[in-house]
């Protein structure tokens, strides 16, 4: 008996979660399920066998999706971190020199320059920073300058940080449940970014399913003969014009 009789065997008495496993782990190998997945599926099990194809779709393309838009949002969350850090070294080198320039001058409108960018340089910051420390919202800032614009970044970034905490962990709870229904195995595609295509859901009615594979092979007749047809017509015609010719 070769492999593939072997196989054929082996298709119909398959559950429903192992014809998922077999989905799944052609889908993350990048590579489409053998047909006989689909083929053999019995009736009896083309709901159960629907749902497992539902959840790998739910969490590669509908969750894929949500994964998108917030690693953009991420990704904003760090450039606010970048701008605190930039405010920070303003405070940080404009104190530092401002120390040094009133230590050096007695000029009073030079003193007067430097204490005026000191004040309006964020002072009152201490690193690191603790992100997980709850903050009181700043009812008003002068924007672009001082310690308020460090407040108002320090409490934008940390209302952020709260909130992606949150969706990631919701994200990792759903990835974890659909995994238990696989039997423990992830049901991630590892770039799931670059395809967004659907997997097919069963087709188990039997009848349905000789029904268009007597459809096809039908198609496939007509047109068999249709082209047998056209080439005896060519020959045939191909004689009497010869024929012509060499009278």
Request: glycine share 6%; aromatic share 6%; with cysteine.
């Given at each position: ?145 001082g310690d308020e614009t460090v407040k ?96």
């Amino acid at each position: 008996m070769s492999a593939e009789q072997r196989l054929s065997r082996l298709y119909p008495a398959l559950t429903a979660r192992e014809r998922g496993l077999l989905v799944l782990r052609a889908y993350k190998a990048d590579e489409k399920p053998d047909p006989r997945i689909y083929h053999t599926c019995p009736s009896a099990q083309g709901a159960a066998f629907n749902r497992y194809i539902a959840l790998l779709n739910a969490v590669n393309v509908e969750l894929a999706t949500v994964v998108l838009i917030l690693r953009t949002q991420i990704d904003k969350t760090a450039l606010k971190y970048s701008w605190l850090m930039t405010a920070v070294i303003w405070g940080m080198e404009t104190h530092a020199m401002g120390r040094h320039v009133l230590a050096a001058t007695k000029d009073r409108k030079l003193r007067k320059d430097v204490r005026r960018l000191m004040a309006r340089a964020p002072s009152d910051v201490r690193v690191p920073l603790d992100l997980t420390v709850p903050l009181a919202e700043p009812e008003t800032f002068e924007k672009g300058y001082g310690d308020e614009t460090v407040k108002a970044l320090l409490f934008g970034i940390h209302q952020d940080v709260r909130q992606h905490w949150a969706e990631l962990r919701a994200i990792e709870i759903a990835v974890q449940e659909v995994a238990e229904e696989f039997g423990g195995k992830d049901p991630l595609k590892a770039d799931h970014a670059r395809d967004d295509r659907r997997l097919p859901a069963a087709v188990y009615d039997p009848a349905r399913r000789r029904a268009a594979v007597r459809g096809d092979r039908a198609v496939g007749a007509r047109r068999g003969r249709r082209r047998a047809r056209t080439e005896a017509h060519r020959e045939a015609g191909g004689r009497v014009t010869a024929g012509v010719a060499s009278r």
